[in-house]
């Protein structure tokens, strides 16, 4: 389906995304506190961009675990 005001379906984000973020002059701290993590990931292209799906599977979450 359509999920939220936006393009995005959700994001990735692992063990280097505050790095990265930190090394192009981002601030997690901000963007957290502004609840903005469009924005955030997005500077990073780690948002997942499926477009409509026209179904509707409920929140995803996957981990792993190494």
């Known amino acids: 389906g359509t999920d939220g005001p936006t393009d995005a379906a959700g994001a ?3 063990g280097s995304t505050v790095a990265r973020a930190r090394q192009l002059g981002l601030d997690p701290e901000d963007f957290l506190q502004r ?3 469009y924005h955030f990931f997005d500077k990073l292209n780690d948002l ?9 599977v409920m ?3 996957l981990m792993l675990v190494a």
């Open 35 to 37: 609840n903005d993590s």
């Open 48 to 56: 997942i961009r499926t477009g409509p799906t026209r179904t509707n």
């Open 59 to 61: 929140d995803v979450r």
């Open 12 to 14: 990735i984000a692992d």
